[in-house]
């Protein structure tokens, strides 16, 4: 029996989520269709009310409704420092940590020639005006440690450096409450280089 094309065609939308292959995605679709259609419905709802409400604020370029974000947008906020991650839910994470009290930029995404993200792609450019506004003492580092993060990392702060302003990149090393004998031997060489005197 073949399967109804508009059927398929939500197989196949299903299947630009993140790890969701043809199985699950297919598992999804029938799912709403049989035992969830409200639910079907309030999805549709909210990604076509989410795709034109939903923007890049105008400072730090992460999602939101307004020009520029409610964190841009509060004087209480450190604007001596712009913190740089490669994705909203990476700024999420460091506000959930209460350990960062100033402002963002959200590169949404990192350097990947091979898949053809350059500086263009990362909006290079404005991270780096936004650096140069006059307030911003130091630019810290947030990427991930994977290669391409590193990569990114290293690029920026090599254009900061050309430009005269001070960079830094957050430690990596063990985790809070982890084990040494549970750590890889790659993050505890790195714990042992970034160590710091008490």
């Known amino acids: 029996m073949k399967t109804p094309t508009t059927l398929e065609a939500l197989i196949q939308a299903l299947r ?46 992460t999602f939101t409704e307004l020009e520029v ?7 209480a906020r450190d604007h001596r420092t712009l913190c740089v991650v490669e994705t909203p839910a990476d ?4 506000e959930q940590t209460l350990a960062y009290g100033g402002l963002y930029f959200v590169l949404m995404g990192r350097l990947s020639p091979l ?30 440690f994977t290669v391409e993060g590193e990569a990114t990392a290293h690029y ?7 430009l005269g302003i001070r960079s830094s990149r957050i430690a990596r090393g063990l ?9 890889d031997s790659g993050t505890l060489a790195q714990a042992m280089v970034e160590r710091r005197a008490l």
């Open 69 to 75: 974000c409610e964190l841009c947008a509060n004087p």
């Open 175 to 183: 985790p809070v409450g982890g084990e040494l004998e549970n750590v």
């Open 156 to 162: 920026i702060a090599e254009s900061l450096r050309s």
């Open 91 to 94: 700024l999420l994470m460091m």
């Open 16 to 61: 630009c989520l993140p790890g969701v292959g043809p199985k699950s995605a297919q598992r999804m679709a029938y799912h709403l269709l049989q035992r969830d259609q409200a639910g079907a419905g309030h999805l549709a709802s909210a990604l076509v009310d989410a795709l034109t409400r939903i923007r890049h604020c105008n400072r730090c370029n």
């Open 115 to 144: 898949d053809g993200i350059g500086p263009r792609e990362i909006h290079l450019d404005r991270l780096l005006n936004r650096a140069q506004d006059g307030m911003i003492e130091e630019v810290i580092l947030a990427t991930n």
